[in-house]
């Protein structure tokens, strides 16, 4: 498997690849059949790998997420023996960035910490709404805010802009219309994001978006954060 490399005015930080139960068969097996639930896409569950280049870093990797309507999330990566390199949380527009080898944080805004790590703001709902396919032009809950987005002639979401950011769809799930590969252009970011595993509307467990563990960590700024990863 592949790393996540978070790279920093120069420097490499080495991360090994997330260990999920079963990844190295679903990741060589043929992608599953995803078709989102008719009723609407409420959360996402899953694991997936990107290449994306920043102004700040760069990560390329494999990484685990979960994303809850309206505003929840977490992006996690570990090493080989399981240990948690680096940690994201975003809960009631408000994201965490932790380094538990370090006990060490940084607090900002959901949208700021997200486009840190993709190159766009997008909110934990409008990945949701990516991640399924389902975003819309139209009101209602999947519809994306301030986005142009367009669809191909099967009716899969196939591009969206705002401002000076994109994303396009490369690749699909069999089924209906599951974005499997995203590639991203920005001014702050580009790259690709690939799903390699996706689970819809999963238990809640509302637990692993709690940050009272942090308590015992030390707060940072983003910039500490930044000198911390260059040594």
């Known amino acids: 498997m592949g790393s996540v490399r978070p790279v920093v005015r120069g420097r490499t930080l080495f991360v090994g690849a997330l260990a999920i139960v079963s990844c190295l068969a679903a990741c060589v097996r043929r992608p599953p ?30 990484f685990g997420f979960v994303f809850r309507r309206p505003g929840s999330g977490r992006i996690e990566a570990v090493d080989p023996i399981g240990r948690t390199v680096f940690l994201m949380v975003f809960r009631d527009g408000r994201a965490w960035f932790v380094l538990p080898g370090k006990k060490v944080y940084a607090e900002d805004e959901a949208g700021i910490m997200m486009e840190r790590f993709l190159g766009v703001a997008l909110s934990p709902g409008e990945v949701v709404g990516l991640l399924s396919g389902t975003w819309s032009a139209g009101g209602g809950a999947d519809a994306p805010d301030g986005w142009r ?22 690749g699909f799930f069999p089924g209906d219309g599951v974005p499997r590969e995203i590639g991203l252009e920005g001014p702050a970011a580009s790259g690709r994001v690939k799903v390699l595993k996706l689970a819809f509307d999963p238990p809640p467990r509302p637990e692993i978006f709690d940050v009272a563990f942090l308590r015992a960590y030390a707060p940072k700024t983003w910039e500490e954060i930044l000198e911390l990863l260059d040594r």
């Not at 669809?151 to 994303?167: P, W």
């Open 33 to 62: 059949v995803l078709i989102p639930p008719s009723v609407g896409v409420e959360a996402v569950e899953g694991f997936g790998s990107a290449s994306i280049a920043g102004v700040d870093a760069a990560v390329k990797g494999k």
């Open 149 to 170: 987005v367009d669809r191909d002639l099967e009716g899969r979401l196939s591009r969206g802009a705002r401002g000076g950011f994109a994303f396009t769809v490369r």
